[in-house]
Every structure is written in C-alpha cells, then in structure tokens.
C-alpha cells in the first residue's frame, strides 16, 4: 500500500512518545525561531556590519575620506561619545563646594588610607575645616570602623593626591572612571550587537542618563564599582571572541571552503591559557575589593561564562558540549575567577596588614593580639589574618542587620521606574545670591537629586521585556548577556528588603540597561535585509526616542548640577509626589 505521507515526514513509524514536537516546535507559537545554519566559522565569529556610505557620500566627502572614516569608526565613534561625556561631567566639578552626602565618609576615608593606609575619626566639624582651609589640616590617628573595603577609597584618594583636598579633587577619579565606562559601553556594544552605531547609541543613553552623571560627579563607592563590572564584563566578551576564533580555526575546511564543524576538535582541543579572562579576574576582585555587592556580580559572571564555553563547543560540533567544557575551561574560570579575586582583595588591604599591631595602627588590627589571643586558629593563621577575620565578620553582621531608617531609602522594587531618588544636596538661596535670579520674587531650589532620566528608565522597562522574551523564545545569547548583568546588579537586593538600601545602588546595572535599549532600538529600526520603508519608519521611531530621552535630561539638568532654580520651576519637575 502506497503512503500518501510526505517523504519529509520523518515522524511516520516512530513510537507515540517520539511523535511529540521538540520544545522548540512548541514554542513557536511564542515566537521562538531556531537560528539559521550557515559557515560554522560566521556562528563562532560573527562579522562586524560595515557602515553604509551613502550618508558621507551625500555630504559631499571625498571616496578616499569616506574609506578612512568607515575605516576608524569603530573607535572615532566611541571616542566622540565619550568626548561629549567626559566634557558635561567634568563641568564645573568642584560644585557645589560643599561636601555633599556620602562624601562625609569617602573622602575624608581616601584622604586617611593614602595617607595612614587606614581610616581614622574626624572631627565633628571636619568638613567645614576642609573647606575653609582647601584641606590643609592635620589628619587624626584615632582608627575608625568602617564597612566597605579599601579599593574604592585609594581609587577616590588617587584624585585627591594629584588635584588637592577638596571638591575637585576628591571627585576626579569618579568622574574620570564615569566617563572611559562610557567608552568602553560603546566599545562593549559594538562587540555584543556587531555594529558601531548600536554600540554607540548605548554609550550616548548611558552619557544622557541622570543618575550616571550624578554618580560620576560624586565620590561615592558605587560609580567606582559600576566600572569594575562594567570592564569585567568586557574582559569575558573579548575572551569569548578570541576563543571561538581560535577554535574556529582549528576547524576543517570543506572543498567549498565552508569551515565545518568537527565533534573531536570541539571535545578536545585546549583554549589556551586566555589571558583576557585573567583581566576579568582582577577586574572582579577590584569589584569586590570596592564594595561586597561585587560578589554576586562574580557569581553570575562565572556561570556565564562556563554557559559561553558550553555553547562555544556546542556549535563548534561537540557530542557532549557539557563535559568539554568541564574537562578543558573550568579549571581556568576558577582559578581566574575565584582565586585571582580572592588575591587582589586581600592585597587591597595590604595598607591595613602593615599598619601597627599595637594599638596605634588599623581598626581590629591588634584583635588577633588582645581579645582573640590563643584558639585553635592561632597555630595555623598569622595574626593579621585572624584579625582581617575577625574584623569581616563584624562588617558581615553590620550590614545585614542595618535597619535604621532614612529619609531617601527605598525597596528595590521601585528602583526601575525611579520611584525614590536620593537627594545629595539642597539648599535655598535668596534672590541675587548663589545664582538665584533676582527676578525670582521668593527663595530658589538648588538641588544635586541621584535620579535617572525618567524617559530612559521608563524605557528600559520595555526594553528588559523584550531581552527576556528574546532571550527565551529567540535563544539570543546578547539578550542572555544583558539580562545577567541586569540580574547580578539588581536582583540580589531582593534578598535585603527589610535593610536600609538606596536606589543609586542601581548603578550597577545601569549599563545593561542602556544596552537592553539599544538592543531594542536596533529592533525598532528593522533587521539587515528591511526595505527601505520598514527601515525609514523604524528609524523615525528610534530617533523620537532618543530625543525625548535627550530632551528629558536637558529638562532635569538643574537638579543633577545643583544649579539653582526658581522654587515652581524646581517643583514643575518634581514630577512623582516620592520625589520630594
């Protein structure tokens, strides 16, 4: 009897079980789309778009300089980003001259640890003895308690040693590090969406975000750590390149010239010793070493990064990609990613080590010497180690038992809509003074308000919905990337909803956030192959966006600079009644 069944139908005679459609058919229904299989070396090692000519050509520009800027975008684009940035951070850095916020602690902390290798207690009236004297007084020698690392502290403490004491000098280094995070977003953008122009859309979203700027022109420990991340995160994207390249040219080569993939390469063939991953691991152990939060970011990092080795060998044919990756990377991920950061952040505290152990020195320093004298630990750890210790567990079990109330704390739950700002300066000036017009009629606003540009944030909550439903039904590696970097800055904050946490803990994961919306930016335009009215009309749609996102920040450039303002043009932009 003669089938009527397609010859295709490679489902006819088997068992009822394996008649069922593969997860990936059932999830079609929600847009999922396998990959399309070409040359194996394009899946390892995707090519760069190349910048169209036509917008040159229209300008006027010569063949020969055309070919030179197509040729040098990949870094001239980048560097005018981050020269527009670095310009508006560095803007009148040293206002307000005040010390603003958290710059009680940081600054005053950095000035002791380059100076004494450890925090001391100041004064009450510290501040106004460093800003009267442009930071030339005595610094005590009375150690103080404190619960962040040192690394972020030297890195503030760099600043103050070149430009001085005071306002410009202790916010030098974070408004230096905001800005080359800036380059390398732009740089990591490119690497991730294979195109100049996606890379630097999100290094412009980053540029025109208000809590990045904030945070950039404020000597706090976060911006410091965002940049840590930010740079270990394109460590591990310059490794995957170079070691899908090298294994995509161990690779054999058909009669067409097709590379194609080959199970024994792909089982076994030896990476090298990668040392962009040995950056990541001093990258990450900087993190840590600047605050505790960098923990997580290690974590995540790691699992992503063994998920890239995985899918590396997956493609590259590998029979049992799982156990490949086992046996040949993940000894390398730990010993680069666990033990190197455990390296640095104990060196970070070298200041602290050599300090006197009798008395004079660090906080917990003699610990070891007084009230932790004897024990078992004593006969296989020198004191200093059981003091560092000791004093860790102290810092452990006051952070996740600080539940004193503040004004500006908030639940993580609201950090993505910028439900509850931080408020770092305020004052009111009369009319003709500190640059209130004196046409004000009644007192002006003068805020410095940790906020993010609203557009942008309320954007990004889109944005992240379509990462994840990318990342899901798409199997889009980029989306997974992002998402991570997303999931490891904020999700662990969930876990301490009770502690007294702030929303400019968020700029962690800012960076993500801006690559969540290039990425969907690059989707509004269309894919390569749109015609050219799909293309017209989604580019008219991106642009709208980056407009109000621009316009938005234009709007609330008062409250990030401390410029002061009439009182209903300050509360004209108190647009949500959490602002206040």
């Given at each position: 009897m003669t089938s009527t069944?397609?010859?295709?139908?490679?489902?006819?005679?088997?068992?009822?079980?394996?008649?069922?459609?593969?997860?990936?058919?059932?999830?079609?229904?929600?847009?999922?789309?396998?990959?399309?299989?070409?040359?194996?070396?394009?899946?390892?090692?995707?090519?760069?778009?190349?910048?169209?000519?036509?917008?040159?050509?229209?300008?006027g520009f010569s063949p020969t300089l055309i070919d030179r800027i197509t040729r040098w975008s990949g870094w001239g684009g980048p560097l005018l980003v981050t020269l527009m940035a670095g310009v508006m951070r560095f803007y009148h850095l040293g206002s307000p001259k005040a010390v603003i916020f958290d710059e009680t602690y940081y600054a005053k902390d950095a000035w002791?640890?380059?100076?004494?290798?450890?925090?001391?207690?100041?004064?009450?009236?510290?501040?106004?003895?460093?800003?009267?004297?442009?930071?030339?007084?005595?610094?005590?020698?009375?150690?103080?308690?404190?619960?962040?690392?040192p690394v972020g502290k030297y890195v503030i403490g760099i600043g103050e040693l070149i430009f001085g004491f005071n306002p410009f000098g202790w916010r030098f280094m974070t408004a230096l590090l905001g800005t080359l995070a800036i380059l390398m977003l732009c740089r990591i953008g490119r690497r991730l969406f294979r195109s100049t122009f996606l890379g630097c859309v999100a290094g412009v979203l980053m540029s025109l975000d208000g809590l990045a700027f904030v945070m950039a022109r404020t000597s706090l420990l976060d911006g410091v750590l965002m940049f840590f991340v930010v740079a270990a995160f394109g460590c591990l994207l310059l490794d995957r390149d170079r070691a899908r390249a090298k294994l995509a040219a161990a690779l054999p080569v058909d009669a067409d010239g097709?590379?194609?993939?080959d199970a024994h390469i792909a089982?076994?063939?030896?990476?090298?010793?990668?040392?962009?991953?040995?950056?990541?691991?001093?990258?990450?152990?900087?993190?840590?070493?600047?605050?505790?939060?960098?923990?997580?970011?290690?974590?995540?990092?790691?699992?992503?990064?063994?998920?890239?080795?995985?899918?590396?060998?997956?493609?590259?044919?590998?029979?049992?990609?799982?156990?490949?990756?086992?046996?040949?990377?993940?000894?390398?991920?730990?010993?680069?990613?666990?033990?190197?950061?455990?390296?640095?952040?104990?060196?970070?505290?070298?200041?602290?080590?050599?300090?006197?152990?009798n008395g004079t020195g660090g906080y917990f320093r003699n610990w070891a010497a007084t009230d932790g004298k004897g024990g078992f630990w004593s006969h296989f750890m020198p004191d200093w180690a059981r003091?560092?210790?000791?004093?860790?567990?102290?810092?452990?079990?006051?952070?996740?038992?600080?539940?004193?109330?503040?004004?500006?704390?908030?639940?993580?739950?609201?950090?993505?809509?910028?439900?509850?700002?931080?408020?770092?300066?305020?004052?009111?000036?009369?009319?003709?003074?500190?640059?209130?017009p004196a046409s004000a009629g009644e007192k002006c606003a003068r805020e410095v308000l940790a906020i993010g540009t609203p557009m942008l944030w309320w954007a990004a909550c889109f944005a992240l919905l379509y990462v994840l439903w990318r990342w899901a039904f798409r199997r889009d590696w980029r989306a997974g990337a992002i998402a991570c970097g997303v999931a490891a800055g904020y999700l662990p904050w969930f876990m301490y909803q009770d502690r007294t946490i702030f929303f400019f803990y968020s700029i962690v994961f800012l960076p993500f956030l801006c690559l969540a919306v290039a990425m969907l930016i690059g989707a509004v335009i269309g894919p390569p192959g749109s015609n050219d009215t799909r293309r017209v009309?989604?580019?008219?749609?991106?642009?709208?966006?980056?407009?109000?996102?621009?316009?938005?920040?234009?709007?609330?450039?008062?409250?990030?600079?401390?410029?002061?303002?009439?009182?209903?043009?300050?509360?004209?932009r108190m647009w949500l009644d959490t602002w206040v």
């Open positions: 069944a397609s010859s295709t139908d490679t489902r006819q005679g088997q068992a009822p079980h394996e008649q069922r459609p593969s997860w990936q058919q059932r999830l079609r229904r929600f847009g999922y789309a396998a990959g399309p299989r070409s040359d194996v070396r394009d899946r390892l090692v995707p090519p760069y778009a190349e910048p169209s000519p036509r917008l040159w050509a229209a300008l002791a640890l380059v100076h004494r290798g450890f925090e001391v207690n100041w004064d009450k009236n510290a501040n106004d003895l460093i800003l009267q004297h442009n930071g030339h007084i005595a610094i005590p020698s009375d150690a103080a308690y404190v619960v962040h690392p097709r590379v194609r993939p089982n076994t063939l030896f990476l090298g010793l990668r040392p962009w991953r040995w950056a990541a691991g001093l990258m990450l152990g900087l993190a840590i070493g600047t605050k505790w939060n960098g923990l997580y970011v290690t974590a995540c990092f790691i699992l992503l990064t063994l998920f890239w080795d995985v899918g590396t060998r997956k493609v590259a044919g590998a029979s049992r990609p799982y156990v490949a990756a086992l046996r040949y990377d993940s000894f390398l991920v730990t010993f680069t990613m666990c033990t190197i950061p455990v390296v640095v952040y104990l060196t970070s505290w070298i200041g602290w080590i050599l300090s006197p152990a003091s560092l210790w000791h004093y860790e567990h102290e810092v452990y079990e006051f952070n996740i038992g600080l539940h004193s109330p503040h004004t500006y704390m908030s639940n993580p739950w609201s950090w993505l809509v910028d439900g509850r700002p931080v408020s770092y300066f305020y004052e009111s000036p009369s009319p003709g003074a500190d640059g209130c009309v989604g580019a008219v749609g991106a642009g709208v966006l980056v407009l109000l996102i621009t316009w938005n920040f234009i709007y609330f450039w008062p409250l990030y600079t401390g410029t002061a303002i009439p009182i209903d043009q300050w509360r004209s």
